[in-house]
């Protein structure tokens, strides 16, 4: 009689329990003065997720408030601990229900996406699995495009960011930030388009980001003059709430009209395609609901023949990005990939204009660093269980 070899790792581990999770809050500050059409910043705050099960860590984060990490601690971690470590939907579904009287949009859905992802993380390397592989994958590499040129950069910053990406990296897609000052200062924004194009050149896609700064009419004329410099993405060109304003703008320019990256949950994105408000779908996985609502969003837009493009966080999102076939692109977003760099081991290489999803990494493939200590903000908040699952919550 033949004996039977080892379980798989797969079945060894399907019934690990998550054991623990904490939340810490960093501050990075920006490598200079930085604003876009709406808002401006000297520093990035994000709040790094860990579940804990079995030896294994898994690693999430968002680019949220502070205030996320106590969202974690107080609402989301009870309902977590405990739970079979690789079944992340029904974790999901319920953090959804445990945040229903706090607000799914904002800081909640903000620190449900965090765990979300690391509990992907934690899943994907308990059964030993690149996440690409675990979620299925439906491309070996995912395109980007260089985003940053904020309004408060000078010519000479803003053509040497330009520079970096389509001749240092052959990145062929760049976005700028335009709407300066909520719109007021439409002159400048073109000519900091005009620039853009002298830059780089003629065969590479020109894209810009007014953080809804402008109103329809106003957004219309800028994109008509923007369009004989051949603009091809307009990213929030109005409000994202303006979904008509969004719908007449599509009628009006020749280039795509996009937005999402507010979008907190797979309603919020059925109804902004819904009102044909979009030519390509924006969605943000550090915010819609983590990995689990980011692939729901992304058959939002494949029912309506929409692509999907990744806003920010580029590391977390190319395990995703790499699962879905209607990907458009992902937003190589220069705060994010610096911080990225600093924070965590594992970051890609984006040369050539797109990224592969490590295979030899189990996960997303990021760790957290050991000098990033150097950038927390306060204690980790931290939650165990003890024997028979029951939660006990520490502040250290």
Known sequence: MTRPGPAPRSARFCGSRVEAVDATVFVVPTDGPEADGTLAWDSTTLVVVRAHTDGVTGVGWTYGPAACAGVVHDELAPVVLGRDAVAVPAAHEAMTRAIRNSGRAGVAGYALSAVDIALWDLAAGLLGLPLHVLLGTARESVPVYGSGGFTTYDDDRLAAQLRDWTRELRIPRVKIKIGESWGTRVARDLDRLERAREVVGPDVEL??????????????????????????????????????????????LDCDVAAGEYGHDPGYFTRMAGAGAVDCLQADVTRCGGITDWLRVAAVAAGHHLDLSGHCAPHLHVAAAAAIPNLRHLEWFHDHVRIERMLFDGTLDPHGGSVTPDPRRPGHGLTLREDAERYRRGEPLRSRIHQGHEAAEENR
């Open 207 to 252: 894209y810009a980001d007014a953080n809804g700064a402008y109103g329809t009419g106003q957004a219309a004329r800028v994109g008509r003059a923007a369009a004989e410099l051949g603009l091809v993405w307009f990213e929030e060109p109005v409000t994202s709430d303006d979904l008509d304003g969004l719908a007449r703008l599509r009628t009006t």
